[in-house]
């Protein structure tokens, strides 16, 4: 689904400051222009009875963090900072459901693969940004293949970061998959074996157990795949972390992707062949219900994942509400 940018209304926070959506430029000679030299996150905000609410926030910023660290890209904030940063941002402009993208980026500086003389800027911006796969896949599922093209082999690139080189393979699967009239790709390592989508991780059903790839040095740790693990144990689903040939993707029971983009998307075919009866089984539609229902404040918060964006508002409004 496209993104409806805000253009000229929009807030934009770069490096201390908020500026016009449309001030945000870099230099042509900027390091991650020619060499790809950025991190990133991608963090949903939900409306919910409380307000808007942003789903696991401290957990997204560590993995920023964490990500620029890999690189050898010191941030000069924290991630209470960074918290209090996409706040006030999402309160300036305005919106109740939004994806937020802190951002990382080498500047004008090397002119070689050296980054050192390169400085860094630190971005968050925030739009709305509906179903990533549409909201009928929500419902409906999805059409899939297997690509041709294979996730990096581990000590290759450091795929624990979310760096913004790395999706150049993931654009390949991507436009492969939607030229061959598909709406996504799976992705499979070097030995073979089902790793994940082009910005996903991917589960499988398989006689009522829930089986996902193990952490493998191929594919990204996906915070969303950490709720389903989360949501599917308090929901006493069996699950298994074992390697997945690809042959089983023809033979499951049910498939779903899982992402901060992608949410739950079911998957009802692959390479044409159907997943089970061709469409979203039931333990792909319960644990999308389960997600979606914290994220948008339908059920309760055990786990403390729910950020209310006017948390001091709503604090106030309860303590008049206890009064009155």
Not at 111 to 120: D, E, F, K, T
Not at 257 to 281: C, K, L, Q
Not at 293 to 317: C, F, H, M, Q
Request: with cysteine.
């Amino acid at each position: 689904m496209s993104a409806q940018f805000p253009e000229e209304d929009g807030w934009i926070w770069k490096d201390g400051e908020f500026i016009p959506w449309g001030d945000a430029r870099i230099h042509i000679m900027s390091h991650v222009i020619h060499y790809g030299s950025s991190v990133f996150e991608g963090i949903r905000c939900y409306s919910t009875p409380e307000g808007p609410a942003v789903l696991r926030l401290a957990d997204h910023l560590q993995r920023f963090k964490n990500s620029a660290k890999i690189y050898r890209m010191e941030l000069p904030y924290s991630t209470e900072e960074l918290a209090e940063v996409s706040l006030e941002l999402i309160r300036r402009n305005g919106v109740e459901e939004c994806y937020l993208r802190p951002l990382a980026i080498r500047g004008y500086g090397a002119a070689g693969l050296n980054p050192a003389s390169s400085p860094i800027e630190t971005y968050m911006i925030c739009w709305p940004w509906g179903a990533y796969l549409g909201a009928e896949a929500l419902k409906k599922g999805v059409d899939v293949c297997v690509s041709s093209w294979q996730r990096p082999a581990p000590n290759t690139f450091p795929t624990m970061a979310k760096a913004g080189g790395h999706y150049l393979n993931a654009q390949l699967m991507k436009m492969e998959a939607v030229t061959n009239g598909y709406a996504e790709a799976i992705a499979l390592n070097t030995d073979g074996k089902v790793c994940e989508g082009s910005g996903q991780n991917l589960f499988l059903v398989r006689k009522g157990t829930l089986v996902t790839p193990p952490i493998d040095g191929a594919m990204l740790t996906g915070i969303t795949r950490d709720c389903i693990l989360t949501l599917a144990g308090e929901l006493d689903i069996p699950m298994v972390m074992e390697e997945v040939p690809r042959e089983a993707l023809y033979i499951a029971d049910e498939l779903f992707f899982t992402g901060t983009a992608a949410e739950v998307s079911p998957i009802r075919s692959v390479d044409r062949v159907p997943v089970g009866g061709g469409e979203p089984g039931p333990i792909a539609r319960r644990l999308q219900e389960e997600l979606l229902g914290l994220a948008k404040g339908e059920r309760a918060d055990p786990y403390g994942w729910r950020t209310i964006v006017n948390a001091s508002e709503v604090s106030d409004a309860t303590v008049e509400a206890r009064l009155t």
